[in-house]
Each structure stands twice: as structure tokens, then as C-alpha cells.
């Protein structure tokens, strides 16, 4: 099995930044995709940044040129680096990881992110 865990969240005032971390765990021969999602209460999870075994890395629109995902693949870890901050970047943040010859991802328990005006 495969562990996901998120850390590096807290609260910030705006224009500020914060690290996010994801570490997996366990039984990984390699990892294909690390995503990062967002979400606040009552509303649906959002893809917010993705990076792929070969470094490929996608963003939602509303945190292009501001947040960057990167990983540190002997270390099973990805991080997302959050420059800028706005209130509305307040939520919590989780992680899905999809690893190599496992059917599905596996995800954490998530890490807040608190950004005050």
C-alpha cells in the first residue's frame, strides 16, 4: 500500500507564499502523476496544479504564473509552491498521487490554507 501525506499549509496574509508538501510512502516502484486539488466547504474539488513522470506540469488558469508544482523524485515528494496568495486561495489542499501498477490513486488528508485580506 501507498501513503500520501500533505503538509506546509496555515494561514498567510495576502501577497503572501507558502510551501505545500506531498510525501508518499510505501510500495512504490515509481509514481506516474502527483496532482494537487483544492476545496472549500459546499463546493466541488478543483485541479489546481499537476505534474507527471516526466515533469510535465499543468495549472488551473486561476493560479498560472503564481503557484508551481515540482517533485523530488527520490524522495517520492512533490511541492507546490504558492507565491501571491489571495483570499480566495483559502481552502484545503490535497493531494492525489497515482502510482505504478496500482489501479487507483491514493490521496491525503489534506493540509489548510488560510490566506487573510
Known amino acids: 500500500q501507498v501513503q500520501v501525506v500533505e503538509s506546509g499549509g496555515g494561514l498567510v496574509q495576502a501577497g503572501g507564499s507558502l510551501r505545500l508538501s506531498c510525501a508518499a510512502s510505501?510500495?512504490?516502484?515509481?509514481?506516474?502523476?502527483i496532482t494537487w486539488f483544492r476545496q472549500v466547504p459546499g463546493k466541488s474539488r478543483e485541479m489546481v496544479a499537476r505534474i507527471t513522470g516526466d515533469d510535465s506540469t499543468s495549472y488551473a488558469e486561476s493560479v498560472k504564473g503564481r503557484f508551481t508544482i515540482s517533485r523530488d523524485s527520490a524522495k517520492n515528494t512533490a511541492y507546490l509552491q504558492a507565491n501571491s496568495l489571495k483570499p480566495e486561495d483559502t481552502a484545503k489542499y490535497y493531494c492525489?498521487?497515482?502510482?505504478?501498477?496500482?489501479?487507483?490513486?491514493?490521496w491525503g488528508q489534506g493540509t489548510q490554507v488560510t490566506v487573510s485580506s
Open positions: 510505501g510500495n512504490i516502484a515509481s509514481i506516474r502523476v
Open positions: 492525489s498521487v497515482l502510482v505504478a501498477y496500482y489501479p487507483d490513486v491514493f
